[in-house]
């Protein structure tokens, strides 16, 4: 059964930094693209970037809005793929969404959500 | 960066019959744009009706639908049930610009 697990969401305070995890289970990480997308309180959804799989050389592509600040990588060992969120902003308060596909794969399976607040 | 349009809100009546659409920016919608159309219920995580313009997963409903319609990508729902209710979204791909982009979603409402 494929299943995506995401943690590591909470407060924090604007400036500062915060790495996300989506351990999956059911298939293997680095057989396929892995992406994230997000969520504001209240809005719609939002992709924020996606990491290619090991047969496309698990390079990156990100959204105008978090380029430079957020970088996906993965570590195939562990089942887990990572977002790294620094220099966060208020605007950057979503639940954050990992989905299996983005690449020349099709997005299927999504996990449950973590909540990133970013405030002072 | 390209804008993706939906109707924010539709309503269909139970067993009714209503078509969803998503247009972009750029032009008309192509096949190019490997249109997806996702569904949210209240407080849960989103998932994947459509891939593909027209494709469906193992777990969607057979009166969901999706196709391409007047230069749009649409998705229509036959019969609708009480609990189709919900937000739906639709996802293009701009390969030029390795980007997806979302559309703002369309709230359902069976009534």
């Known amino acids: 059964e494929v299943q995506l697990v995401e943690s590591g969401g909470g407060l924090v305070q604007p400036g500062r930094s915060l790495r996300l995890s989506c351990t999956v289970s059911g298939f293997s990480s680095g057989d396929f693209s892995m992406s994230w997308f997000r969520q504001a309180p209240g809005k719609g959804l939002e992709w924020v970037g996606f990491i290619r799989a090991k047969r496309d050389g698990g390079s990156t592509e990100y959204a105008a809005s978090v380029q430079v600040r957020f970088t996906i990588s993965r570590d195939d060992s562990k089942s887990i793929v990572y977002l790294q969120m620094n220099g966060l902003k208020t605007e950057d308060t979503a639940v954050y969404y990992c989905?299996?596909?983005?690449?020349?794969?099709?997005?299927?399976?999504w996990g449950q959500g973590t909540l990133v607040t970013v405030s002072s | 960066q390209a804008v993706v349009t939906q109707e924010p809100s539709l309503t269909v009546s139970p067993g009714g019959t209503v078509t969803l659409t998503c247009g972009s920016s750029?032009?008309?919608?192509?096949?190019?744009?490997?249109p997806y159309w996702f569904q949210q219920k209240p407080g849960q995580a989103p998932r994947t009706l459509i891939h593909?313009?027209?494709n469906k997963l193992s777990w969607t409903p057979a009166r969901f639908s999706g196709s391409l319609l007047g230069g749009k990508a649409a998705l229509t729902l036959s019969g609708a049930q009480p609990e189709d209710e919900a937000d739906y979204y639709c996802l293009l791909s701009y390969s030029d610009t390795r980007l997806w982009v979302f559309g703002g979603g369309t709230k359902l409402t069976v009534l």
């Open positions: 593909d313009t027209s």
């Open positions: 989905i299996r596909g983005g690449y020349g794969d099709r997005f299927d399976f």
């Open positions: 750029t032009g008309a919608v192509t096949s190019g744009h490997w």
